[in-house]
């Protein structure tokens, strides 16, 4: 158990450091433009990232996909179908590149129509945006590099791909903004160079370190494996379109009910958000560790691997359960500066303590389950919650109020882990009989 427990340490904690610098790349552009003297710039720097947020949270499948795929091949020492792995998920990721760039005038006329931008904010953020899409062939291709990486237990060059692309981004974006003064249009290309930037690593990497040979596009094509392929893909796809549905109807639910509550739940939010960053490092560990058990019939290292991850996942769950009791206040202090929002915040912040303890459950078995590649009961458990979400919602919301959504939201949560929990037996039961 003990060399699992450093294995599991191994892949997690370089996927924690990459989950909290990869915000940095927003973060930058956002510090960029805040000193640009007017406020329209965060403005259509905060529309054009939630545009390409949606856009590219629906292709997360490229990563989570690839990764299990790529884990199982490992774990059965097959080199020929780690090639194919990457060149299938390559493949989608430069077929669906090109089809958002062709459509991304309607993409941006449908966003601003919805967000109801207009004016000059809607004239930078057309701009910011015109330039970015021509970055989707970089970020999705480097979805798929990472979760192949990942699926081969290197979570250290999605790592290092993260710090290059970082400060890629802050080093361009400075000089073209500060030194070309190139405003918007600086900051966009900025980003846009640090995109390519980490693909192009990405593929240095990969290339240096595994050499992978390039399969002929009829065995890419084979339509059996692309039938699991897109099997698979298409399950978190629509697994993802759910959990947007929630984030969507979470965020409209706070604005309903004014300016201060919609900016308490976003801060609020951002327990949850600092929370996941922790436990999708040990997520991550769950598909690597679990894919390549799978892969080598290994029932009882599979076994030692789920119940190693879950008792790090308690753990995790304990520690921030107590961070967020003894210093939650005061983290809500750091995260903002304004008093009524700061004190609206304490009627709601005893929801946030409960996060850890109703979600760490819901990232360990989605780890398992993506490195198992059993997509299918992850959808199935997303689809359940989902709808355990709006139906407490509609029940409690116009009785409780905030109270009401937060509860909604806890017990979709808690909906996601119970389910893929109960399944896990028959599940495992299933994939070592096929």
């Not at 924690?16 to 930058?28: C, D, E, G, S």
């Not at 392929?229 to 629509?238: L, P, Y």
């Not at 892969?295 to 290292?301: C, M, N, R, T, Y």
Request: proline share 2%; with cysteine; aromatic share 14%.
């Amino acid at each position: 158990m003990k060399s699992i427990n450093r294995e599991i340490l191994s892949l997690a904690i370089p996927s924690i450091i990459t989950n909290i610098t990869t915000p940095l790349l927003a973060l930058m552009d956002v510090a960029i433009v805040g000193h640009m003297g007017d406020a329209s710039y965060i403005a259509a720097i905060a529309i054009g990232g939630t545009i390409f947020n949606m856009i590219y949270w629906l292709f997360a499948f490229l990563r989570m996909g690839t990764s299990g795929l790529s884990a199982q091949a490992h774990g059965a020492n097959d080199g020929d179908e780690l090639n194919l792995v990457l060149s299938r998920g390559l493949l989608v990721a430069i077929s669906a590149s090109l089809i958002i760039i062709l459509v991304s005038p309607v993409i941006a006329w449908i966003s601003f129509a919805i967000m109801d931008v207009d004016g000059g904010v809607k004239l930078m953020a057309g701009k910011y945006f015109a330039i970015l899409v021509w970055g989707a062939p970089a970020v999705l291709s480097t979805y798929t590099f990472s979760g192949w990486a990942l699926g081969r237990k290197n979570p250290k060059a999605p790592m290092w791909v993260s710090f290059i692309i970082n400060i890629s981004n802050i080093l361009v974006s400075l000089i073209l903004v500060y030194v070309f003064r190139l405003k918007i249009e600086g900051v966009a290309f900025g980003t846009l160079s640090a995109q390519w930037i980490g693909a192009l690593s990405f593929i240095f990497i990969i290339y240096r370190q595994y050499r992978p040979k390039l399969p002929t596009l009829d065995r890419v094509l084979q339509k059996s494996a692309l039938k699991r392929f897109f099997s698979v893909n298409a399950d978190i796809f629509f697994r993802t379109c759910c959990l947007i549905a929630v984030t969507v109807w979470f965020t409209r639910a706070g604005s309903q009910q004014g300016t201060i509550v919609l900016a308490v739940n976003t801060l609020l939010m951002q327990f949850f958000i600092l929370f996941s960053y922790f436990m999708d490092g040990f997520a991550f560990a769950g598909e690597s560790l679990c894919g390549n058990c799978l892969g080598a019939k290994d029932k009882f290292k599979m076994s030692q691997s789920v119940r190693a991850l879950l008792y790090w996942g308690t753990g995790v769950a304990l520690i921030f359960t107590l961070a967020y009791f003894f210093c939650g206040e005061w983290i809500m202090t750091l995260l903002s500066g304004d008093l009524d929002v700061i004190e609206a915040s304490r009627e709601y912040i005893h929801w946030v303590i409960l996060i850890p303890v109703m979600g760490f459950l819901a990232f360990t078995w989605d780890g398992v389950y993506i490195g198992i590649t059993r997509t299918r009961e992850m959808l199935l458990s997303m689809a359940a919650a989902t709808v355990i979400y709006f139906t407490l919602f509609f029940i409690l919301f116009p009785y409780l109020g905030n109270d009401g959504l937060w509860i909604a939201f806890l017990c979709y949560l808690v909906s996601r882990g119970l389910i893929l929990h109960i399944a896990n037996n028959k599940v495992m039961q299933d994939i070592f009989l096929e």
